[in-house]
């Protein structure tokens, strides 16, 4: 008898060993993801000629990306997150050339009380208000407004962040975050956000609000000068509200988003901003879109979107308020749940009062440069594959 005891015991513990195996793996968990988007690129006019180029990263910027959580016990979760992005094309790091470029944040979450994160994160315009607006949500680079002056498109992101998540409460979810300017001088280079979203059966409503202070004047501080900027200067505001409302097969979008520059000196998209003389104090952009995106069938659906977009430049020489008219089309047919196959339109007119600067030139996001007039129209083609 003692042998069988002793095969019962092993055969238990090997049933013991395989039982802890199999809950420890439930309670912590680490994913692999990414997203490759490569396609081609036509530019009706840049620099007064046409462009056909290869390009990566348009609906959604290609990336690899790691993800866990830990189960604490009691309703509370370590997690972390870690994202690169990446050039198809040739290889290389976007962002700066950053390893984590995108995202790298580590915190605890809390089913009652929300989630505290602290790292390399998205601010609270990206998070809440973004997916009212065709870039922020199905369209991507290419649908941004003007030079991405609201950061709808994730044109930077924040270091040394601290960013609160509440729960659902009720269909209401809101946060903020803060990113410390790590300089001597506590409001150099920092960046303060806040925003919520409700959503309630087909509608979702959403507001946001960021400062930056001194933004890119260091290179460690919050937003990175070497890889992350729209639009420097000494102050940064963005303030918006949007909504999206689902009716049937349909989902129709609008959004309106402030931007306002203290002392701009350049874009990040198109580079130096200033007059050829005299001093630009200012720069304003009220930013106007609507959106819709139709679901044809379980396999394609089409979207358009409209954006006027309202300038005020402010220099010595007084006030001067061009304006921007952008229309955007897109088409998309799912093969399978991991790949797709897309095409993208999108026309920029650039009207109202001349500001004698580079500002006055078309410019669709992406394309190689700005235009050689006030008109510019992008066209891609491209494929896409999730893992």
């Given at each position: 008898?003692?042998?069988?005891?002793?095969?019962h015991?092993?055969?238990?513990?090997?049933?013991?060993?395989?039982?802890?195996?199999?809950?420890?793996?439930?309670?912590?968990?680490?994913t692999?993801?990414?997203?490759?988007?490569?396609g081609?690129?036509?530019?009706?006019?840049?620099?007064?000629?046409?462009?056909?180029a290869?390009?990566s990263?348009?609906?959604?910027?290609?990336?690899?990306?790691?993800?866990?959580?830990?189960?604490?016990?009691?309703?509370?979760?370590?997690?972390?997150?870690?994202?690169?992005?990446?050039?198809?094309?040739?290889?290389?790091?976007?962002?700066g050339?950053?390893?984590?470029?995108?995202?790298?944040?580590?915190?605890?979450?809390?089913?009652?009380?929300?989630?505290?994160?602290?790292?390399?994160?998205?601010?609270?315009?990206?998070?809440?208000?973004?997916?009212?607006?065709?870039?922020?949500?199905?369209?991507?680079?290419?649908?941004?407004?003007?030079?991405?002056?609201?950061?709808?498109?994730?044109?930077?992101?924040?270091?040394?962040?601290?960013?609160?998540?509440?729960?659902?409460?009720?269909?209401?979810k809101?946060?903020?975050?803060?990113?410390?300017?790590?300089?001597t001088?506590?409001?150099?280079?920092?960046?303060?956000s806040?925003?919520?979203?409700?959503?309630?059966?087909?509608?979702?409503?959403?507001?946001?609000?960021?400062?930056a202070?001194?933004?890119?004047?260091?290179?460690?501080?919050?937003?990175?000068?070497?890889?992350?900027?729209?639009?420097?200067?000494?102050?940064?505001?963005?303030?918006?509200?949007?909504?999206?409302?689902?009716?049937?097969?349909?989902?129709?979008?609008?959004?309106?988003?402030?931007?306002?520059?203290?002392?701009p000196?350049?874009?990040a998209?198109?580079?130096?901003?200033?007059?050829?003389?005299?001093?630009?104090?200012?720069?304003?952009?009220?930013?106007?879109?609507?959106?819709?995106?139709?679901?044809?069938?379980?396999?394609y659906?089409f979207?358009?979107?409209?954006?006027?977009?309202?300038a005020?430049f402010?220099a010595?020489?007084?006030?001067k308020?061009?304006?921007?008219?952008?229309?955007?089309?897109?088409?998309?047919?799912?093969?399978?749940?991991?790949?797709?196959?897309y095409?993208?339109a999108?026309?920029?007119?650039?009207?109202?009062?001349?500001?004698g600067?580079?500002?006055?030139?078309?410019?669709?996001?992406?394309?190689a440069n700005?235009?050689?007039?006030?008109?510019?129209?992008?066209?891609?083609?491209?494929?896409?594959?999730?893992?």
């Open positions: 008898m003692k042998p069988e005891r002793n095969k015991a092993r055969w238990l513990c090997m049933a013991a060993l395989c039982a802890a195996s199999t809950a420890a793996s439930a309670q912590t968990s680490v692999l993801y990414g997203v490759l988007d490569e081609l690129n036509y530019t009706s006019n840049v620099g007064g000629h046409s462009q056909v290869m390009a990263g348009f609906p959604h910027g290609s990336r690899w990306g790691l993800k866990g959580n830990e189960d604490l016990g009691g309703g509370t979760t370590a997690v972390f997150q870690l994202e690169n992005g990446f050039d198809v094309d040739n290889g290389r790091a976007f962002q050339g950053a390893l984590f470029g995108r995202q790298a944040y580590m915190g605890l979450s809390d089913q009652r009380w929300g989630s505290i994160t602290l790292g390399r994160q998205y601010d609270s315009v990206v998070d809440y208000l973004a997916q009212t607006s065709a870039g922020g949500s199905w369209g991507g680079y290419m649908f941004a407004h003007p030079y991405d002056n609201d950061n709808l498109i994730n044109t930077f992101r924040v270091n040394n962040t601290v960013k609160y998540t509440s729960p659902a409460l009720g269909g209401l809101f946060g903020g975050m803060y990113g410390f300017s790590d300089d001088k506590f409001s150099n280079n920092r960046v303060f806040a925003g919520g979203q409700y959503a309630q059966g087909g509608l979702v409503l959403a507001a946001a609000y960021l400062q202070d001194n933004p890119s004047a260091t290179s460690y501080g919050a937003i990175n000068n070497g890889g992350d900027q729209n639009l420097p200067g000494s102050k940064l505001k963005i303030w918006g509200a949007g909504g999206t409302y689902a009716l049937g097969k349909a989902t129709v979008g609008l959004s309106y988003a402030r931007t306002e520059v203290a002392d000196r350049s874009s998209y198109v580079g130096d901003i200033t007059p050829p003389s005299g001093t630009l104090s200012g720069l304003r952009f009220q930013n106007f879109e609507a959106n819709i995106k139709y679901q044809a069938a379980p396999s659906w979207g358009a979107m409209y954006a006027y977009t309202r005020t402010d010595t020489s007084g006030k308020h061009p304006v921007y008219h952008s229309v955007g089309l897109m088409a998309d047919y799912i093969f399978s749940k991991r790949t797709d196959v095409a993208q999108m026309y920029q007119h650039v009207g109202g009062d001349k500001t600067s580079v500002l006055d030139a078309a410019y669709v996001a992406g394309s700005v235009a050689s007039g006030s008109n510019q129209m992008m066209l891609r083609l491209g494929l896409r594959h999730f893992f």
